[in-house]
């Protein structure tokens, strides 16, 4: 990248072609390999829950369970995605020393084995496995023949199978060994990230087969200049394509592209490009096309192309392969005064860092959850997410396609280190396609600095060779320094305005980011503790709610959102996340997150909620439009003093109150506790209301936002829980409008709801304190529970079991889907001959189709009448996780209704 202003946009194209030699079936077949797994911890017998992570971690060359003949009848039936080492949970016994960035859960080796049938017709073609990630350290057998590796925990790899003896004939096994080990030595003291990161094959496998001219992998790149006249954008679309010949013979392909708009209509078509190329020899087609006025890619309306590409056998023009990708036009600048603009309109990125794992799942998130999280972020106003601290789930990326989120896509390790400058290649050309990407991270925090800085001009380099219309960033401490000095965007971790200030005053024509800030712990619905008054903190109390002093001042989010020359904020973080705990042994999980493990909202939640959503004029980078609308949020219960050990036999409470409007009043029981005044973050502290010693009354808390002529414009109230009564409530999260995640699970063997137990007193409040044991049950339906969580950073119950303890009144369960009726067809006809066990395997077909029913889920606990909900179910591709992304964009989002 080698100047501003930055104004282009982004195209995937996916072409393969045809070469020399005997082939049965044109085109391409992909098919899900996520199905009919049989997994176990342990390197040679299974790891138990309190063993400690083995001292020696090589399986050897030829291991037993590499054999097609080893028993693994006693395996656990599992599908993919799958993080192996979620259902140890937390063991201070097999951790002493914390285990997986200090989340106690043990960090075993694990074992996955699979057994499948190639189809006869594939005879000719070339196949292989596509894995999207495995983390970390991965081996592979096929029939007892080591057939492939990796090493890095986040990019994605292929294993080819076509040319491996014996697969064709009859059935084939595979055996998987993964040591979750992110040390390049291995070993158990390397331990995991100073987060947990899970470990196993976490991500999506896939089956493909193709002829054998093919596209390379991650071979096709396409992008459009953008140019304007007013408000009006023209635009020149720019393919290539790097197509492989792994024939016998010389062989011409022909590429073509067809682009259709989001209506439907069909934009045009580029002049055919021909191929010849050698045996083991590669070829790049290129086509370029204009497109007058394209509907642009945005925030509020992320407007996605199709690309149509397809190759045909040159001779008789007969169709090879057709592949479909989206397209978003649209324009980046990046300006070192103004910020950074999208389509010549000014955007200030409001955005959050995320690890993506979540309560029960671990590492392994379902594409409804990422959905779910998405739309987490655009309910507080979050218009991006940076991929801390790796390459993201590619599903991720499409989601925000969708949503109109932007990314910072960010490299896992850094140096002037072949390895490692590969890893940084592979993320570009996999992820150079998202119109989300608008930005590339090297590194972060320590890992830039020192030595480190010399793999500044290799990350440049590859980042400028596969794709150069983004610019490059470093999640940095220090500035002007020779990796300062190499990328295109200065990054900023946790720094004061004085220190951007510095920085812009030394390198004036350097855009500025604060790329990673405001680390202001809470718990959720924590009343009485400490507060966090400064940057994460590491104490072993109980974290209060209430966290605005920390989170408005100037070395926090307000360092870099209160100035124009900034970019943007990346606040840490957007959910609490497994690991990295403020103390090792006591929490399972950190406390940074404005939602809690389960997506729960803090407090927190809504102050952002207030910053960034609603104190902000409707506009290009306004996640929806509010109306000028007022919202007021009361952070505390109105429960009795007496209730909490730290202000037993007090007879105040301390109450904070969030709004938009310029004032809050509050009263008790009708009786006013007097006002005070409420300013934006941006015009300097004052964010919230704080009512000091409020005489406490049981009874009603009630919280009116006045406008500027005193006018009332919100109401909201807490309650004193009532001691007699109640009930159980249960209600649907994920899929569900309000969350803009769809209205119905998808019937592909993957998809998950996300359900809510809720504790409620006689008058249907929820019960502050309640801590009752909830279970869950399917009563009817294609479902089955994936297991149950709190939110609870101290709690240390187990993930995979269909119960738990409430946590202030709120139990989280997951629900995945058993059944595949919305698979499509010519998938269920391939794997019903590939799978030998699964879903969609010939003898599981029937009892794995079943459609048209909802599935019925019941919760109960002691002292309560069970109460049920019903999940609605699909099999309709307009149900998708994408297709509930793109109805849900530029529309409004509550994450924040209760009950």
């Known amino acids: 990248l080698s100047q501003f202003p930055l104004e282009m946009s982004i195209v995937l194209g996916l072409i393969l072609g045809w070469g020399g030699g005997a082939f049965a079936l044109p085109g391409r077949d992909t098919v899900s390999f996520d199905f009919g797994w049989k997994h176990r911890p342990g390197l040679t017998t299974w790891a138990v829950p309190n063993d400690p992570p083995p001292e020696n971690t090589d399986p050897g060359p030829h291991p037993p369970e590499s054999t097609i003949t080893y028993d693994d009848t006693s395996w656990e039936d599992v599908q993919l995605p799958h993080d192996g080492l979620i259902g140890f949970n937390f063991?201070?016994?097999?951790?002493?020393?914390?285990?997986?960035?200090?989340?106690?859960?043990?960090?075993?080796?694990?074992?996955?084995?699979k057994s499948f049938t190639i189809p006869a017709d594939w005879e000719g073609s070339e196949f292989w496995l596509d894995f999207e990630g495995s983390f970390r350290n991965t081996t592979i057998w096929i029939n007892g023949i080591q057939s492939g590796s990796h090493v890095c925990g986040y990019t994605p790899f292929r294993v080819r199978l076509d040319n491996i003896t014996g697969v064709k004939e009859g059935k084939t096994t595979i055996s998987v060994f993964v040591d979750p080990d992110n040390g390049d030595s291995g070993g158990r003291d390397h331990g995991s990230g100073w987060w947990y990161e899970g470990g196993g094959l976490y991500r999506h496998v896939n089956l493909v087969r193709t002829t054998k001219m093919h596209i390379d992998q991650d071979g096709v790149f396409a992008y459009s200049n953008l140019t304007w006249v007013g408000s009006k954008a023209s635009a020149v679309l720019h393919l290539k394509a790097d197509v492989v010949n792994h024939g016998n013979a010389q062989a011409d392909a022909c590429v073509a592209f067809t682009l259709t708009a989001p209506d439907g209509s069909s934009v045009g078509v580029d002049a055919t490009t021909k191929m010849s190329i050698a045996p083991g020899a590669s070829g790049t087609g290129t086509a370029d096309m204009s497109v007058p006025h394209p509907m642009l890619w945005t925030s509020s309306n992320p407007w996605l192309y199709n690309i149509s590409a397809e190759v045909t056998n040159c001779k008789d023009e007969a169709s090879l392969d057709t592949v479909d990708i989206p397209h978003g036009f649209r324009s980046l600048r990046y300006d070192a005064n103004d910020g950074f603009f999208?389509?010549?309109?000014?955007?200030?990125?409001?955005?959050?860092?995320?690890?993506?794992?979540?309560?029960?799942?671990?590492?392994?998130?379902?594409?409804?959850?990422?959905?779910?999280?998405?739309?987490?972020?655009?309910?507080?106003?979050?218009?991006?997410?940076r991929t801390s601290h790796n390459p993201p789930d590619p599903t991720i990326l499409s989601i925000y396609d969708r949503i109109g989120i932007v990314v910072m896509d960010e490299n896992r390790l850094f140096d002037n280190n072949s390895a490692y400058v590969d890893n940084m290649a592979t993320l570009v050309k996999r992820d150079r396609n998202h119109p989300a990407v608008v930005i590339w991270s090297f590194c972060n925090e320590g890992a830039c600095e020192g030595a480190h800085e010399t793999g500044g001009p290799p990350f440049q380099a590859v980042a400028e060779k596969f794709d150069g219309t983004r610019p490059t960033l470093a999640n940095m401490f220090t500035f002007n320094d020779l990796l300062s000095n190499t990328i295109d965007v200065q990054g900023f971790s946790h720094q004061s305005r004085d220190k951007l200030e510095a920085c812009h005053a030394a390198l004036p024509h350097k855009p500025i980011f604060m790329s990673e800030c405001c680390s202001c712990n809470t718990m959720r619905d924590e009343d009485e503790g400490r507060e966090t008054l400064h940057d994460n903190p590491h104490y072993p109390d109980i974290q209060k709610s209430f966290n605005a002093r920390c989170a408005e001042s100037n070395t926090a989010t307000n360092a870099s959102d209160g100035v124009d020359f900034a970019v943007g904020t990346m606040v840490w973080t957007l959910f609490d996340y497994y690991g990295e705990p403020p103390v090792g042994q006591l929490e399972v999980s950190s406390t940074y997150?404005?939602?809690?493990?389960?997506?729960?909202?803090?407090?927190?939640?809504?102050?952002?909620?207030?910053?960034?959503?609603?104190?902000?004029?409707?506009?290009?980078?306004?996640?929806?439009?509010?109306?000028?609308?007022?919202?007021?949020?009361?952070?505390?219960?109105?429960?009795?003093?007496?209730?909490f050990p730290s202000t037993y036999g007090n007879k105040t409470r301390d109450i904070h109150a969030y709004s938009n409007a310029p004032s809050i009043e509050l009263f008790v029981n009708g009786k006013s506790q007097g006002s005070q005044g409420v300013i934006p973050m941006r015009e300097g502290p004052g964010s919230y209301a704080e009512f000091l010693a409020v005489p406490w009354e049981a009874g009603e808390l009630k919280a009116v936002a006045k406008d500027s002529d005193e006018k009332a414009v919100a109401t909201t109230t807490r309650t004193t829980n009532t001691k007699a009564g109640g009930k159980l409530g249960l209600t649907i999260d994920a899929p569900s409008v309000a969350t803009g995640t769809g209205s119905a699970v998808l019937l592909d063997g993957h998809d998950v709801a996300l359900l809510r137990a809720s504790v409620l007193d006689a008058n249907g409040n929820i019960v502050h304190l309640g801590s009752n044991n909830v279970s869950f049950r399917i009563v009817s339906g294609p479902g089955v529970i994936q297991g149950a969580g709190n939110g609870d950073p101290h709690c240390h119950e187990p993930n995979n079991v269909p119960w738990h303890t409430a946590?202030?009144?709120?139990?989280?369960?997951?629900?995945?889907?058993?059944?595949?009726?919305?698979?499509?067809?010519?998938?269920?006809?391939?794997?019903?001959?590939?799978?030998?066990?699964?879903?969609?395997?010939?003898?599981?077909?029937?009892?794995?189709?079943?459609?048209?029913?909802?599935?019925v889920v019941e919760a109960s606990a002691d002292g309560f009448a069970p109460v049920q909900v019903s999940i609605p179910t699909s099999t309709d591709s307009t149900d998708s996780v994408f297709a509930a992304a793109e109805a849900a964009a530029g529309k409004p989002v509550n994450f924040f209704a209760q009950g």
């Open 91 to 113: 063991s201070a016994a097999a951790c002493p020393d914390g285990c997986s960035g200090r989340s106690s859960i043990p960090r075993h080796v694990l074992w996955y084995r």
């Open 342 to 385: 999208l389509n010549k309109e000014h955007f200030k990125v409001r955005g959050f860092c995320d690890h993506n794992n979540f309560a029960i799942v671990g590492m392994a998130v379902p594409d409804r959850i990422n959905l779910f999280r998405a739309q987490a972020s655009r309910g507080v106003g979050g218009n991006g997410r």
């Open 593 to 643: 997150g404005q939602y809690d493990l389960c997506g729960f909202p803090k407090a927190a939640a809504f102050w952002y909620r207030v910053q960034w959503l609603l104190s902000i004029e409707d506009g290009p980078d306004k996640t929806f439009p509010t109306n000028h609308s007022f919202e007021v949020h009361l952070v505390e219960s109105w429960e009795s003093p007496d209730a």
């Open 807 to 855: 946590y202030h009144g709120l139990v989280r369960a997951v629900i995945r889907v058993t059944s595949t009726a919305a698979r499509g067809q010519r998938e269920r006809e391939l794997l019903s001959t590939i799978d030998t066990d699964g879903p969609m395997a010939a003898r599981n077909v029937a009892q794995m189709q079943i459609s048209g029913e909802p599935i």
